[in-house]
């Protein structure tokens, strides 16, 4: 687990094995069973996690009592509810794990104490925040631009990881399709 997240942040930065360490043992692990929530709509964000291995989804329920996915996420990848973690509010989405998963835990905190003695991990996530806000913005963008079979066919050549991994029913969510449209794009792209 130390040898994983340190292959992830040397993606980013250098970080030597003393800084990995310290960082390490600041984190807690924690597994969350298939269907478990990591957070609840309601209740205030209190970690960022790490997934070690799983994949989880992000989401909040209409006004009509409908799921809409907003991300997943997977091995190697950090999730949060970015506005409930920073600003210690409720959140209004949940995070669930979509399969057994594993994660490192870190709460706010600990992020601001580890900021203080290892400044260089404040500029590796605010690499990492970037990067997610690109991703947000390129998703509404491929939304608005792109058709829903379009979107389908996107989604699966830049993430076949997903796509292999969680239901159909839960990427018709993340793409605003319904998953009987989705099984007739799958019929059709055989």
């Known amino acids: 687990m130390k040898k994983q997240l340190k292959a992830y942040f040397n993606r980013y930065l250098t970080f030597d094995d003393a800084e990995i360490d310290a960082?390490?043992?600041s984190l807690t692990q924690k597994?969350?069973?298939k269907r478990a929530f990591l957070l609840e709509k309601g209740n205030v964000c209190k970690h960022n996690f790490f997934i070690l291995k799983g994949v989880v989804r992000a989401f909040h329920i209409d006004d009509k009592g409908k799921e809409q996915i907003t991300l997943f996420a997977i091995d190697d990848?950090?999730?949060t509810n970015m506005e409930s973690f920073i600003k210690e509010i409720p959140s209004y989405q949940y995070?669930?794990?979509v399969e057994d998963t594993s994660v490192l835990c870190l709460s706010k905190n600990t992020l601001e104490e580890l900021y203080i003695k290892f400044p260089k991990l404040e500029r590796l996530f605010r690499i990492i925040?970037?990067?997610m806000l690109i991703a947000n913005l390129r998703k509404n963008d491929l939304f608005l631009q792109l058709k829903s079979k379009e979107r389908?066919?996107?989604f699966i050549e830049k993430q076949p990881a997903f796509a292999q991994r969680v239901p159909q029913y839960m990427i018709a969510s993340y793409l605003e399709i319904t998953p009987e449209y989705l099984s007739e794009l799958r019929r059709n792209s055989k």
């Open 152 to 154: 389908y066919y996107d």
């Open 129 to 131: 925040t970037e990067n």
């Open 31 to 33: 597994t969350f069973k």
């Open 23 to 25: 960082i390490y043992a």
């Open 95 to 97: 995070i669930q794990a």
């Open 77 to 79: 990848w950090w999730v």
